[in-house]
């Protein structure tokens, strides 16, 4: 009974500190708090760390920064946040669109 308990107790630390971790923070409280002109630093206290850089390139001697929050649990769903010279200058949803398998045959 108390490995039971162990495992129980292991199983719960590493479910909640997953979802912790992984879970983006894309809530309309959140995203109330964001501003144009933040840099990337004040936009990822908001949302979180979990972000991929998706696009850089320079445009008119402007830095140009694209990141990615996917919004967990919904995959196909995520935003981009556009940053230029370190300011977000906007951001935008996307959905990812369903390959239908059956469609294509």
């Not at 140009?64 to 967990?72: D, G, K, L, M, T």
Request: with cysteine; net charge neutral; charged share 30%.
């Amino acid at each position: 009974m108390k490995i039971q308990t162990i495992i129980y107790l292991c199983l719960i630390l590493i479910f909640s500190s997953c979802s912790a971790a992984n879970i983006a923070r894309l809530r309309s409280s959140n995203m109330d708090k964001l501003e144009l002109g933040m840099s990337r630093e004040q936009l990822s206290d908001v949302l979180g760390s979990s972000y991929t850089i998706a696009e850089k390139y320079t445009e008119d001697e402007d830095k140009i920064e694209v990141i990615s929050y996917r919004n967990f649990p919904y995959e196909e769903e995520f935003y981009l946040f556009k940053f230029r010279n370190g300011k977000l200058e906007k951001w935008y949803r996307e959905l990812q669109p369903k390959y239908n398998e059956a469609s294509h045959k």
